[in-house]
């Protein structure tokens, strides 16, 4: 059974950064395509950023240069590094597993989220 959990989601003011893991059930970290997907209220979620098992990333094009993902094999773990954040980063942040080897490969797996306020 694939289980994401994520972690790290929390208040911060505008300018600052967080950083949200994803713990990942042993082995998939390492063959799947692993990423992150975000929902602001009201609005359609979004991929922000995902890795393939060949450690190509890719990233909304409105977010490069601030959000940086990474993989951690030995703890399993999925990082997303989000700096200068702005209010409109406000999210439900989404950890997501795919079976297929592409950047932008459809989820089959989904972690519960973790909250982003970006507020002052």
């Known amino acids: 059974q694939v289980q994401l959990v994520e972690s790290g989601g929390d208040l911060v003011q505008p300018g600052g950064s967080l950083r949200l893991s994803c713990a990942v059930s042993?082995?998939?970290?390492?063959?799947?395509?692993m990423g992150w997907y975000r929902q602001a209220p009201g609005k359609q979620r979004e991929l922000v950023a995902s890795v393939t098992s060949d450690d190509s990333t890719h990233y909304a094009a409105s977010l490069k240069g601030r959000f940086s993902i990474s993989r951690d094999h030995v703890k399993n773990t999925l990082i997303l590094q989000m700096n200068s954040l702005k209010p409109e980063d406000t999210a439900v942040y989404y950890c997501?597993?795919?079976?297929?080897?592409?950047?932008?490969?459809?989820?089959?797996?989904w972690g519960l989220g973790t909250l982003v306020i970006v507020s002052s």
């Open positions: 997501f597993a795919a079976v297929q080897g592409v950047a932008t490969a459809t989820p089959d797996y």
């Open positions: 042993k082995g998939i970290i390492v063959a799947h395509t």
